[in-house]
Nanobody, 119 residues
Framework: QVQLVESGGGLVQARGSLRLSCAAS????????MGWFRQAPGKEREFVSS????????TYADSAKGRFTISRDRANNTVYLQMNSLEAEDTAVYYC????????????WGQGTQVTVSS
């Protein structure tokens, strides 16, 4: 069974940086794409960024462009989200998930890691 474990969240001041990690285990076949999502209190979960596992093609939400960078370490089955210039609006629980094949539902959601940005 595939497990995704997020880490790296915490409390940071506005304009600060954090690096989130998502460690994957238990998969027999690498996924098509890995993604980061976030959910702020009282809001729907939203897409932040994704990266295709083999070719490393990236996609970002408008809110993340220019500030966040997604990357992956295929040898260690880990995906990262480097977040710079953080704002109070980035406060949320951040989750990673996988899309096993193109167009499939996102699955294997991790437990999330809390990011709190103080203004």
């Amino acid at each position: 069974q595939v497990q995704l474990v997020e880490s790296g969240g915490g409390l940071v001041q506005a304009r600060g940086s954090l690096r989130l990690s998502c460690a994957a285990s238990g998969w027999s076949f690498s996924p098509y794409v890995m993604g980061w999502f976030r959910q702020a209190p009282g809001k729907e979960r939203e897409f932040v960024s994704s990266i295709t596992w083999n070719l490393g093609r990236t996609t970002y939400a408008d809110s993340a462009k220019g500030r966040f960078t997604i990357s992956r370490d295929r040898a260690n089955n880990t995906v990262y989200l480097q977040m710079n210039s953080l704002e109070a609006e980035d406060t949320a629980v951040y989750y990673c998930a996988r899309q096993q094949v193109l167009g499939a539902p996102w699955e294997s959601w991790g437990q999330g890691t809390q990011v709190t940005v103080s203004s």
